[in-house]
C-alpha cells in the first residue's frame, strides 16, 4: 500500500522481518512527499520490538519515526541520552517511549533496493553477506 515491493524486498521480508532490517523502496502516491522529503523512496523497517508491534497493530496502521540521534551523533540507549541528543527538539517530540536502558547493539542493517544489484548502505546487526546471501 505505502511501497512497490518487489521479490528482493519479499525475500527479505520473510527471512529477517519483523527484526533489524530497514529497506529503501520505491513509495506510492499514497504517501506524502513531505513525509519523505521530496524523495522517491521510503524505508520500511518492522522492529522485533513487543511495545512497537503493539502499537501498530492496536492502532491497525503503520507509524513513522525517526531514529532518537541527531546526524552524525551516537545512538542514545537511555531515555537520558536521548533528551540530551534532542536539546531543544525534545519539544517537537510527540511521544517518547521509555523502556528503561537498551542494550548496546548495532543499528538495523540498510539496503536500497531501488538500485540494481541492491546497494546495502548500512551494515548493522544482518551482516550484508548474510543478507545477500538471501536474495539468491
Given at each position: 500500500?505505502?511501497?512497490?515491493?518487489?521479490?528482493?524486498?519479499?525475500?527479505?521480508?520473510?527471512?529477517?522481518?519483523?527484526?533489524?532490517?530497514?529497506l529503501i523502496l520505491p513509495k506510492r502516491d499514497v504517501v506524502p512527499d513531505s513525509l519523505v522529503g521530496g524523495r522517491k523512496t521510503l524505508g520500511i523497517r518492522i522492529p522485533d520490538n513487543k511495545i512497537c508491534l503493539m502499537l501498530s497493530q492496536r492502532a491497525g496502521i503503520p507509524f513513522t519515526t525517526t531514529g532518537a540521534n541527531t546526524?552524525?551523533?551516537?545512538?542514545?540507549?537511555?531515555?537520558?541520552e536521548v533528551v540530551n541528543q534532542l536539546g531543544p527538539h525534545i519539544d517537537d517530540v510527540d511521544l517518547l517511549i521509555d523502556q528503561g536502558p537498551l542494550p548496546r547493539t548495532l543499528p538495523s542493517t540498510l539496503i536500497?533496493?531501488?538500485?540494481?544489484?541492491?546497494?546495502?548502505?548500512?551494515?548493522?546487526?544482518?551482516?550484508?553477506?548474510?543478507?545477500?546471501?538471501?536474495?539468491?
Amino acid at each position: 500500500k505505502y511501497v512497490i515491493l518487489n521479490n528482493a524486498a519479499r525475500k527479505l521480508a520473510a527471512r529477517f522481518l519483523p527484526g533489524p532490517l530497514t529497506l529503501i523502496l520505491p513509495k506510492r502516491d499514497v504517501v506524502p512527499d513531505s513525509l519523505v522529503g521530496g524523495r522517491k523512496t521510503l524505508g520500511i523497517r518492522i522492529p522485533d520490538n513487543k511495545i512497537c508491534l503493539m502499537l501498530s497493530q492496536r492502532a491497525g496502521i503503520p507509524f513513522t519515526t525517526t531514529g532518537a540521534n541527531t546526524d552524525g551523533g551516537a545512538n542514545p540507549y537511555t531515555i537520558d541520552e536521548v533528551v540530551n541528543q534532542l536539546g531543544p527538539h525534545i519539544d517537537d517530540v510527540d511521544l517518547l517511549i521509555d523502556q528503561g536502558p537498551l542494550p548496546r547493539t548495532l543499528p538495523s542493517t540498510l539496503i536500497d533496493l531501488t538500485t540494481s544489484p541492491p546497494s546495502v548502505l548500512r551494515q548493522g546487526i544482518i551482516s550484508a553477506s548474510d543478507a545477500l546471501r538471501a536474495l539468491a
